[in-house]
């Protein structure tokens, strides 16, 4: 497996601070809490490894695979959260036969966490994904999309909280518009509302009247655009605040390693995205001191 590492060091009074070269036994001394976030995005219904003779991406990938490099990690840290920033669907025969059922259920196998929805997750309609939903045994979350006068309304929660050993992770997904990407027989009275400020509303929620220590943005809205009115990632996490990392998708974007950027009032927020196809599996892992300020470790590990 192909590690890529980064650490990000940052004074205390920002979002997060170095470990100064630490090694996990030093944290744990430190009684330093350790929170592992694992994540996918654009999986595309890709449930087996490519073949050996692809000309991208030879014998990379597959569900089995990435459900034991999860268990290895859940075992090593069971505290720890698995996301995915949406498109599970399309992309396989297997969409195209069982319509959905199998990605989740898998999915379920795996005890993902929660997920936000994706431009494809609408391709067999609202009512194929609303058919789908009783094999997801995990939360979806949506923020800016209003599900009120659809078959999907009461299904999808803006935003969700996790407990984590004694630190409180705040949860919630964003989506990018439907008109133009998705037939509008598709989404039906789906309703699109402004992500970046729905986010700001949202991170404030989780930060002050939720008390989260950490909070984290399934966003598939895109990496980075040119069209500086196109709502992107990188836009997101310079027009809000309280967001702490950033889980993209839609735009297949190969992260080296996470970006680290700075929100509207000059803290740190980490923006990451493992490309496509269940290839890589994104992992952060982050310590607070009894302080709660937060050390960053990312690593992103090709399956």
């Not at 014998?59 to 720890?80: D, S, W």
């Not at 009275?189 to 991170?203: K, M, N, R, W």
């Not at 496509?276 to 300020?293: P, Q, S, V």
Request: net charge negative; with cysteine; aromatic share 10%.
């Amino acid at each position: 497996m192909e590690r890529r590492k980064f650490l990000t060091q940052a004074a205390a009074s920002s979002a997060f601070v170095g470990l100064g070269g630490l090694s996990l036994t030093s944290c744990e001394s430190l009684s330093l809490k350790h929170i592992t976030i694992l994540h996918t995005n654009d999986v595309h219904s890709h449930i087996d490894p490519f073949p050996t003779n692809h000309s991208e991406y030879p014998n990379l990938g597959g569900l089995a695979r990435r459900a034991t490099l999860v268990e290895q990690i859940r075992k090593e840290n069971p505290n720890t959260l698995l996301l995915d920033a949406g498109d599970i669907f399309q992309g396989t025969p297997y969409f195209n036969f069982y319509g959905g059922e199998l990605e989740f259920k898998l999915m379920s196998m795996l005890k993902y966490d929660a997920a936000t929805i994706g431009n494809h997750d609408f391709d067999n309609g609202i009512e194929g994904l609303y058919a789908q939903l009783p094999n997801a045994k995990f939360q979806f979350l949506s923020a800016n999309y209003d599900f009120s006068n659809t078959i999907m309304d009461g299904q999808v929660k803006p935003y969700t909280t996790f407990l984590l050993n004694g630190v409180k992770v705040g949860v919630f997904g964003l989506g990018i518009a439907l008109e133009g990407l998705v037939s509008k027989k598709l989404y039906k009275e789906t309703v699109y509302l402004d992500p970046i400020e729905i986010a700001q509303s949202i991170s404030g929620t989780l930060k002050k009247e939720e008390n989260c220590d950490l909070v984290i943005c399934l966003s598939h809205l895109g990496y980075s655009y040119n069209d500086l009115q196109l709502p992107d990632d990188l836009k997101l996490a310079a027009g809000t605040e309280n967001i702490d990392l950033i889980i993209g998708g839609h735009t297949h974007t190969f992260l080296d390693k996470p970006t680290v950027t700075k929100n509207r009032i000059g803290k740190q927020v980490l923006v990451n995205q493992v490309g496509c196809y269940g290839i890589n599996l994104g992992r952060i892992d982050f310590y607070l001191d009894t302080e709660k300020n937060l050390t960053v470790d990312g690593i992103s590990i090709t399956v």
